[in-house]
């Protein structure tokens, strides 16, 4: 198209007339679907294409028809988060970097609370396939491998965190038995020989990890392992009160003591506080998570820090490479961790 002709249609619905899809496409000297693919922000497109096409945008002021746009593209912009439960913090700040994320490419956050339910993780998942959104991230999931591989063989699917063991997904998460191992070694480096730790009994992923860490780096300080000393539990504070009192009680009592989350972590030193024994002297503690409560407790709360913004804007990414190409590569990102020690391990506030 001569520019003669092509000013002259531009001028023409600038003036007033309601311009199309299948207009651009013209002017621009491609087609309707190629115009598409521009306003989808679909990589594929070459660049010169793509600016010609936003260029016609801009000048003749042509506006999409929002839902015709999404009855064509099947799009929502929304993203589905499947979130165990809401009474862990720890849970919140990833939240925020999700939404952060998302944010920036345009993209609602729809939160979801499972309750570590089959039939309701099911059923908000069937969001997926009806379109109601474009693509999910989870926290924790109660379907089995094969099943989590399905789905994200279908549809744009990450987990964060605890993805599945066995499964073929993309994951955000961290190094789970380094960081133990991590803590371990400090505590032998202390010179402690006998050093429990109060693990889980749900989250598989990351407590096989953690167990593995702590149990590698006891071998490698030729320490034997006693499994007396390795105690399971479901997060929740009395739990770890009680594991406590029940490791303190044995002949040969722990020094030190490792728990896989704060929680758990303020269990223990409240148990250690009753059995009048001085946290951080006469025995060491450290969590899990680096939860806001650690920094004000008393004694404040050594602690493994996740970055756990990074890993929600992390896991946005990783979908927005499966809204790309779904059958992409699926992606294992670890982010790094960091070993906090505080009162509650002898050192000072």
């Excluded at 961290?174 to 133990?180: H, L, P, Q, T, V």
């Excluded at 006998?194 to 096989?208: K, L, N, P, Q, T």
């Excluded at 503690?285 to 992390?314: C, E, H, K, M, W």
Aim: aromatic share 8%; net charge neutral; proline share 3%.
């Amino acid at each position: 198209m001569n520019s003669l002709c092509y000013n002259r249609l531009v001028n023409d619905y600038t003036k007033g007339d309601k311009m199309n899809i299948k207009d651009v496409a013209r002017l621009a000297e491609t087609s309707v679907a190629t115009v598409s693919r521009v306003m989808n922000n679909d990589p594929k497109v070459a660049k010169v294409t793509r600016q010609k096409v936003l260029a016609i945008i801009e000048e003749s002021g042509y506006i999409p028809d929002a839902k015709g746009r999404s009855l064509r593209t099947q799009r929502s912009n929304k993203i589905l988060v499947l979130i165990p439960t809401m009474s862990n913090q720890f849970y919140s700040r990833i939240l925020q970097g999700v939404e952060a994320k998302a944010e920036e490419h345009g993209y609602q956050v729809l939160v979801a609370i499972t309750n570590l339910e089959v039939i309701q993780e099911e059923k908000y998942l069937d969001m997926l396939k009806s379109r109601h959104v474009d693509g999910a991230i989870s926290f924790f999931s109660t379907l089995d491998p094969h099943q989590i591989s399905e789905i994200a063989k279908k549809y744009p699917f990450v987990q964060c965190c605890e993805p599945t063991l066995g499964a073929d997904v993309s994951s955000a998460v961290i190094d789970n038995r380094e960081a133990i191992y991590e803590v371990t070694q400090d505590f032998i480096k202390k010179g402690h020989k006998r050093i429990a730790m109060i693990s889980g009994d749900y989250y598989r992923f990351s407590e096989e990890a953690r167990e593995k860490g702590y149990k590698d780096a006891l071998r490698e300080a030729n320490i034997k392992f006693d499994d007396s000393l390795l105690k399971k539990s479901f997060y929740r504070l009395k739990e770890g009160e009680s594991l406590t009192v029940e490791l303190m009680n044995q002949k040969n009592p722990p020094t030190a003591i490792i728990c896989v989350s704060d929680s758990l972590a303020i269990g223990s030193i409240t148990a250690l506080h009753k059995l009048e024994k001085k946290v951080g002297k006469d025995v060491d503690v450290i969590g899990f998570d680096n939860t806001s409560i650690t920094s004000f407790y008393y004694p404040t709360i050594s602690t493994i820090a996740q970055p756990r913004f990074d890993l929600g804007t992390t896991a946005v990414d990783l979908l927005m490479e499966k809204f790309n190409d779904n059958n992409s590569t699926n992606k294992k990102v670890i982010l790094p961790h960091t070993v906090i020690h505080r009162e509650s391990t002898g050192c000072a506030k």
